[in-house]
């Protein structure tokens, strides 16, 4: 049966040409998709505006900003303790996290930084290394659930939910905990609370090893991840990565190591490096840095100052009332106390002129404060710099060449999070 | 090498174009006295001194005063855990300095993020847009004379500067214009709804 061609065009060769000159516009003709803002695998608010040749992306324009809440904005009009909530905001999957490093941005300023309690500090680091497993986590449990392996997310979710557990106990909330202070914590840990973090310490390594069993191994998730979206040495550096998505690359930079803060140095750790940087590199890095919190974890509760129940009354907050707020039966007894508590509420710690910056090891990799100061006890102005907007930045040279489903594995293998990224 | 070495390295280099090293807390920082030198000086840093890393730039609106804008830079070695800051002011009128993205590629969106809170503009950096405020925002809201409450807006749909691509199309509402009730030919309202049956049986008496 003739088609309609075949009637329009009567010579047979002539007929040949037109059909591969269609052929030939149907292969040309770039696609442009935009994936996001709301996606499931964009892990949030993040849109990326691909270009694709058939299934092959041309070009990808990541775009971020749909939760830009001004938080840098809002920091320069309130006292340094009122923006502790803001921070746990940032990364809301490690808020623990993110208020020991603005709490320690604050304290350099203001150079008590080393002057911390033991007890406070040992607590910090244990907070930080409960928020890095419940991130890592959460963003590998999003990940193997995007790559087609849901039971991960269940097992991951479990542990999770002891952790938020750990923090309600400690801070009162689950999400948004607010722990620490300017100088020290909100409050010493309850007693049984370092019992309970043992009792996790020994359920999550079983649960750990079984998502290894499901994953490490398992053909489709190696197919999948080896050698997609690999960011080589140089690159990672050149493109400002941080955390586990630098070391994935091979470079071998923690902060804990290379700038130790609170008592890092006492404690014993490794430092996991990739060998190739691709996703599953990444993918690896994670695994055994959840393993090394648990060792840090371990060794805070032998160490811990004070013990487990702290009997003889270790200090948690530096004991200078024109830092930290006086107990409420000294501010309703002594004359000096009043007043220290009245200035503190009412304007603030009072900060010395200057600019510090401080980088902190988070879960998605080096959250940094740089606070500018004039005096007074509300920053001139302070920059965050969240991890996740700058190891977002790479996508847009690590997406070309790649097939449209290793979008959600890049995407995953990058492990981001939104409210940090938009700030 | 230690920070305060680099900085009189690049003292040495660039002479009285840079200020002493000012230490604070354990950080050193160097002031550039002419912001379009900051090209110069960062790929000294990066090739003579080893500064691989840009940790972040930043800016500060020193309102009131003049020069109206200082640009910060955050340097590290990733060899020798060596941090510098280099910073630098730029005046109101000017409002521009030279892009170091061809020195470090991280500084792409660090620069795009300054010009879009800020409006500071980057000479050489291909791709200068808003990043975190969408394209077609009229202020720079992290000046010190923006309001904490923001500024209302007289750009009505300023969120979409490129036409809907269906838009025109039946399922398409435009801001402002009907919406899909009243686009809809075949809505019934009170006066052109057709009797339902069982009013039909009321009117006529029988059952047409």
Known sequence: MPTVQDIEIRDSAARTAAAEEELRD??????????????????GVLRIVLELDGEVITKAD????????????????????????YTDRLDYLAPLANNVAYALAVEKLLGIHDKLPPRCQYIRVMCCELARISAHLLGLGAFAMDTGAITVFLLTFTEREKIYNLAEAASGARLTNSYTRIGGLMRDI?????????????????????????????????????????????????YGLTGPNLRGSGVDWDLRKNQPYLCYQDLEFDIPIGSVGDCYDRYMVRQEEMRQSVRILRQCLQKIPGGWTNDVKEPVSV??????LPSKQKVLSSMEELIHQFMLVTEGVNCPPGEIYFGHENPKGELGFYINSRGGGTPYRMKIRGPSFI?????????????ISD???VLGSLDFVMGESDR | MTALETANQIKAKFGDLVSEPVEFRGEISVTSAEAGKIFD???????????????????????GTDPRWTVIYHLRNTKTATELRLKTDVSEEKSELPSVLPVWRTANWHEREIYDLMGIRFTGHPDLRRILMWEGYPYHPLRKDFPLAGKPTD?????FTKVTPMEGGPFVTVAGGKDAIDREPRVRTPENAEPAISDKRLIGGKLK
Request: charged fraction near 20%; hydrophobic fraction near 40%; include cysteine.
């Open chain 1, 407 to 409: 979008v959600p594995v």
């Open chain 1, 391 to 403: 190891n977002l930045s790479i996508l847009g040279e690590l997406l070309p060449g790649c097939m």
């Open chain 1, 190 to 238: 309850p007693p049984t609370w370092c019992a309970q973090v043992k009792q996790f310490c020994d359920e999550f390594e079983v649960a750990l090893a079984e998502v290894e069993t499901l994953l490490t191994r398992n053909r489709i998730w190696v197919d999948r991840l080896r050698d997609v979206g690999v960011i080589s040495k140089p690159m990672a550096i050149d």
């Open chain 2, 41 to 63: 000086i960062c790929s000294f840093a990066k090739k003579q001194l080893g500064f691989d890393f840009l940790v972040d730039i930043t800016s500060v609106d020193n309102y």
């Open chain 1, 62 to 85: 990541p775009d971020v900003g749909y939760l830009h809440r001004g938080d840098e904005k809002i920091a320069e009009n309130m006292t340094y303790t009122q923006f502790i909530p």
């Open chain 2, 155 to 159: 750009l009505p749909g300023v969120a």
């Open chain 1, 26 to 43: 149907v292969q040309g003709e770039k696609m442009v998709l935009n994936m996001g803002p709301s996606h499931p695998a964009t892990h």
């Open chain 1, 319 to 324: 004991a200078d009332g024109k830092i930290t």
